[in-house]
C-alpha cells in the first residue's frame, strides 16, 4: 500500500537556525498538504500544493512539491519558539480521496 | 457549529466493552475522515465518507471497528470489544470535496 515517510523523525534546533523536513511517498500523488500539530493539540492546515515543482511561501516557511509528485519538503528560515510542533505531509493519490499521512517530524526550539 | 466537534473528549472503557465515538462536522462539508493516533504517532487513516457514496473503509484495523455517518452529517465509530492496543486518540476531520482537513479536538481512549 501507499507509504508516506517523512525525516527527520525528530529535530532540535537553536532559536534563529533554519529548519528542513522532508516527505517521501511511494506513489506519484495528485496533491499534498502539510499540516502543524501543536503538542497536546490536533493537526491544522497549513498549505496545498498540486503542480509539479511548485513552490510556496507563507512568511518563514517554504513549501517545495517535487517535479515527480513523490516528494515534498518544508523548511522554515529562522526559527522561533513558536515553530515548536510536528509538522505531517498528507498526499493524495489520484483516483482516490484517502489522504495518507506521513510519520512527522517533531521539531523542538531551544531559546 | 464554528468547527469540527468530538465527543467525549476523554473515554475510559474496560477491555471487553464496546465504545461509540461521535463526531459533528462543519456545517456543509461533504467529506469526513476518522483518523487514529497512538502516542508520539503519526495518523493512521481509519475511514472516509464523501456524500452519498459508499465510503472507503480500507483502513479500519479489522471487524471490531465500524462507522456510520447519518443524513450526510454528523458520524459515529464504534469499536466492539474493546482491546488494550485500541488505546489512542480518534480524530474526526470534515472537508469541502476533500480540500484541507479540519480537525475536531480527538476523543483520547484509553482501554484498561
Known amino acids: 500500500g501507499q507509504q508516506v515517510m517523512q525525516i527527520p523523525q525528530y529535530q532540535h534546533v537553536q532559536e534563529g537556525e533554519d529548519f528542513t523536513t522532508y516527505c517521501n511517498s511511494s506513489?506519484?500523488?495528485?496533491?499534498i498538504q502539510w499540516y502543524k500539530q501543536r503538542p497536546g493539540g490536533h493537526p491544522v492546515f497549513l498549505i496545498q500544493l498540486v503542480k509539479s515543482g511548485e513552490v510556496k511561501k507563507q512568511k518563514r516557511l517554504t513549501f517545495q512539491f517535487g517535479e515527480a509528485k513523490k516528494n515534498s519538503s518544508l523548511h522554515i528560515t529562522a526559527t522561533q519558539t513558536t515553530d515548536v510542533g510536528t509538522y505531517f505531509c498528507a498526499g493524495l493519490t489520484s483516483g482516490t480521496y484517502k489522504y495518507i499521512f506521513g510519520t512527522g517530524t517533531r521539531l523542538k526550539v531551544l531559546a | 457549529g464554528a468547527g469540527v466537534s468530538q465527543s467525549p473528549s476523554n473515554k475510559v472503557t474496560e477491555k471487553g466493552k464496546d465504545v461509540e465515538l461521535r463526531c459533528d462536522p462543519i456545517s456543509g462539508h461533504t467529506a469526513l475522515y476518522w483518523y487514529r493516533q497512538s502516542l508520539g504517532q503519526g495518523l493512521e487513516f481509519l475511514i472516509y465518507?464523501?456524500?452519498?457514496?459508499?465510503?472507503?473503509k480500507s483502513g479500519l484495523p479489522s471487524d471490531r471497528f465500524s462507522a456510520e455517518r447519518t443524513g450526510g452529517s454528523v458520524s459515529t465509530l464504534t469499536i466492539q470489544r474493546t482491546q488494550q492496543e485500541d488505546s489512542a486518540v480518534y480524530l474526526c476531520?470534515?472537508?469541502?470535496?476533500?480540500?484541507?482537513?479540519?480537525f475536531g479536538s480527538g476523543t483520547q481512549l484509553s482501554v484498561l
Open positions: 465518507f464523501q456524500g452519498n457514496s459508499a465510503p472507503d
Open positions: 476531520a470534515s472537508s469541502l470535496d476533500s480540500e484541507k482537513l479540519f
Open positions: 506513489t506519484t500523488l495528485s496533491n
